[in-house]
């Protein structure tokens, strides 16, 4: 899971440090040396004490080149006072590549801007202690790029099943063989874990065997299934999977519907139809994390027909680029409510940008 972004991440972490490095050797040479001009050294280090009683012309070597004292060579104690300011020219090229790389990953083209433009705001100007570890700088700031775009005025599934009046209804869409029934399964397996009773809704009526699909994970979970046969209304089994979980004091309704494309106007038209009968709490849109940036696109149309809460991600385990998630969230505004990892009912998780950071940052192999 995401380990070609982690590795792209960490070249972009590794170049940035290995050219600052250079770079401040390079000055601290050139300021050791006597034969360089004066003038050079003051340019390329700031020389910014950090205990400024210690530090006068006399004492310190560069210090003293700056005000035209007679010089000194730099001895390693005195190197510690020294900081150097990270220059935006310094960072040009590892910034393009990490544009790049963040293309590569699948993350959306004004995502990957709006990250490289933190980075950027971050590391230019910050002052690097002599021997100050570079990488941890550029790490932080990689973090907060990637959290600025994850930052989407969140809401908080647990909190919302919670908080809303029973039962609550939540509606699932999205194109063709996403995920979407076995998520709903997923989800149903969750909730019952958490002790809320739960209704399906078998509102794929247009795809031949998705009534026994979902006929099978309800007797699997042991939870009601609403279904009506194939063909008929799919706002109508939904509307009747309401009554019925009204009628019995459930807690939550699934709403399964078929997989369609944004092009297929009839179908459209059925989610439509849908919204203006169910009025769901939530409606969720499924998507695979492998699908890169059509996930992307395609959210955003389904968005223009049929408001979308949140989003999920599917097939995650098999996803090692990762800029799906990155970008989901910030294109619809809309947050990333849980991953699919996998087919088995116990294969979901909550989606919390901390979580993906550490896969990005701080896991070996995740
Ligand atoms: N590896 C992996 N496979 C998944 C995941 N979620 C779903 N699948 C598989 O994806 C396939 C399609 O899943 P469905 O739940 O039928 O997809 P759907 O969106 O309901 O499909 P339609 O009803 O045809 O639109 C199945 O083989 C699932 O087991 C996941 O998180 N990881
Ligand atoms: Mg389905």
Request: with cysteine.
């Amino acid at each position: 899971m995401f380990e070609s972004l982690r590795k792209k991440l960490n070249t972009f972490k590794e170049s940035v440090s290995a050219t600052e490095s250079e770079l401040n050797n390079e000055a601290i040479e050139a300021a050791e040396s006597e034969e360089t001009p004066s003038g050079k050294a003051t340019e390329e280090i700031s020389c910014e004490p950090t205990t400024p009683q210690i530090v006068n012309a006399e004492t310190v070597g560069l210090a003293s080149k700056s005000v035209e004292q007679p010089q000194q060579r730099v001895e390693p104690s005195d190197k510690s006072l020294f900081e150097r300011k990270i220059k935006g020219k310094d960072l040009e090229e590892a910034l393009w590549d990490l544009e790049i790389a963040l293309l590569e990953s699948d993350v959306a083209v004004s995502v990957s801007e709006e990250i490289v433009e933190t980075v950027k705001k971050e590391l230019v100007g910050t002052k690097r202690k002599w021997r100050q570890d570079v990488g941890a700088l550029v790490e932080q700031a990689l973090r907060d790029g990637i959290l600025k775009v994850l930052d989407v005025n969140g809401l908080d599934f647990d909190e919302i099943i919670k908080n809303t009046p029973k039962p609550v209804t939540i509606v699932f869409t999205g194109i063709n063989g996403t995920g979407k029934t076995t998520t709903i399964a997923k989800v149903a397996y969750r909730l019952k874990n958490q002790g809320y009773s739960v209704v399906l809704a078998a509102g794929d009526t247009y795809r031949a065997g998705a009534l026994e699909q979902i006929a099978r994970h309800a007797e699997n979970l042991g939870v009601k299934l609403v279904k009506h046969k194939q063909g008929a209304d799919p706002a109508a089994v939904i509307y009747d999977a309401v009554q019925y979980a009204r009628a019995k004091h459930k807690d939550v309704v699934l709403a399964d519907t078929a997989g369609r494309i944004h092009t297929n106007v009839n179908l459209m038209n059925q989610l439509k139809k849908i919204e203006r009968v169910i009025d769901a709490d939530l409606v969720v849109f499924v998507d695979e994390a492998l699908a890169g940036n059509d996930a992307v696109e395609r959210a955003l149309q389904f968005n223009t027909t049929m408001a979308i809460d949140g989003s999920i991600l599917t097939k995650v385990d098999a996803d090692s680029k990762g800029g799906t998630a990155i970008s989901i969230a910030h294109a619809t505004n809309k947050p990333i409510l849980f991953l699919g990892v996998g087919q088995n009912y116990e294969d979901i998780i909550k989606f919390d940008p901390q979580w993906l950071m550490t896969r990005l940052f701080d896991e070996a192999d995740a």
